[in-house]
């Protein structure tokens, strides 16, 4: 089961053409994920970081850039969990518009790391719990 999450294009994301400038993409993105962890896992981000002291940087990424986000436009986000390993786990990103057209897709690799000393550990089983029930099917 995928989380549906929205906001807006505002002001500050475009560039030149006008339309969102891709890094302001990813930082989008970004929020979605930040945004993501309360409702799939029930605790909110800045918990997970300030009092946790766990983190899930990426390290590695895959994108396709579809059609422009543009000003005004609505972006509703599709965030679901593609693979949940001992330490690392991969999201997928559907972005889309208000119209329902696609926009960007990206698959995202995260790890499980201690804020202090930024080495990765194991998920903590809660959090592995909340994300597996977000855990895409795998066709046969």
């Not at 030149?16 to 799939?40: C, K, Q, S, T, V």
């Not at 969990?81 to 926009?103: A, P, V």
């Not at 960007?104 to 804020?115: A, E, G, I, R």
Request: net charge negative.
């Amino acid at each position: 089961m995928a989380v549906e999450l929205s906001r807006r294009v505002d002001y500050p994301m475009l560039d030149g053409a006008n339309i969102a400038y891709y890094p302001r993409i990813f930082d989008l993105a970004h929020r979605f994920f930040e945004e993501a962890w309360e409702p799939m896992c029930g605790v909110s981000y800045p918990v997970m970081i300030n009092e946790r002291k766990i983190g899930f940087p990426v390290v590695h990424v895959e994108t396709d850039f579809i059609t422009p986000l543009r000003y005004g436009d609505t972006i509703h986000a599709t965030l679901a969990i593609e693979r949940i390993g001992t330490s690392s786990c991969t999201w997928r990103y559907h972005l889309h518009n208000q119209h329902g057209t696609l926009l960007w897709t990206s698959s995202q690799v995260t790890v499980c790391v201690n804020m202090d000393t930024l080495e990765s550990q194991p998920i903590p089983d809660d959090l592995r719990q909340g994300l597996q029930k977000h855990l895409l099917e795998v066709e046969a």
